[in-house]
């Protein structure tokens, strides 16, 4: 009986049980289901699309010998310099060659970095007042040239914009400075480029004093004068 009780208690301890090993290899399995599934069944997140930056507003001249002082319009959607200038140089590089710098006056622009990174190159930004008109961006390529743009306030109303784009962009009007444009358009239609009334002090300046260059934003009939205009993003 002693020798039988020994080799029990030996037995027990070493666990070599088949009911024990049984019990736990199903464990073991039940671990394994439970890894596979959860695997399974996680489910699989989507890649994030990239959103692509709106196309830069953009009124520019084809064609003809005048050029006068502007080369067309911009209407960005902000003054934020570092994320409109991008959208604007997808436009304009392969038009005009890789544009390498800018110079804007800051009346406008609550900040103006040195360098703005655009795709594949880095646009060098220069400010000067009063030379530069508030209302132009001007911009340069090396060894190609440059170019005058009005700056159309990012919140003027669609139909002011579209007025002024149509101004700065024409061949056959007088030669105006980009705020020149800006004010006759004001006292024309007795609105502010946001769309605000004029008070009766502003209307009653702008009337003395505007009326000479009233006749720079031109009453278009028809489309023929888009004909020498590329218009992109409008």
Not at 31 to 42: E, F, Y
Not at 81 to 90: F, I, R
Request: net charge negative.
């Amino acid at each position: 009986m002693d020798s039988t009780e020994g080799i029990s208690h030996t037995g027990f301890h070493a666990g070599s049980s088949p009911a024990k090993d049984e019990t736990r290899a199903a464990a073991e399995a039940a671990r394994r289901r439970v890894r596979i599934m959860s695997a399974t069944l996680l489910p699989t997140l989507p890649h994030a699309e990239p959103v692509a930056a709106p196309a830069a507003r953009l009124v520019l001249k084809t064609d003809g010998t005048s050029r006068g002082l502007l080369d067309g319009a911009w209407w960005p959607r902000s003054w934020d310099l570092l994320s409109e200038l991008p959208a604007l140089t997808d436009v304009l590089d392969p038009l005009w060659g890789r544009i390498t710098r800018i110079a804007v006056n800051p009346e406008h622009w609550p900040v103006i970095p040195r360098e703005i990174p655009v795709d594949g190159h880095i646009v060098k930004v220069g400010w000067f007042t009063p030379e530069i008109d508030p209302h132009k961006l001007l911009l340069l390529s090396y060894g190609t040239g440059r170019w005058d743009l009005l700056i159309v306030p990012p919140e003027t109303g669609a139909e002011s914009a579209a007025r002024l784009m149509a101004a700065a962009s024409e061949y056959d009007g007088p030669p105006l400075t980009a705020s020149a444009l800006i004010a006759a358009d004001e006292a024309r239609h007795g609105v502010l480029a946001a769309g605000q009334s004029l008070g009766p002090d502003e209307a009653g300046e702008y009337e003395g004093g505007a009326s000479a260059v009233s006749v720079a934003v031109p009453q278009r009939t028809g489309p023929p004068g888009w004909a020498s205009r590329l218009i992109i993003g409008m």
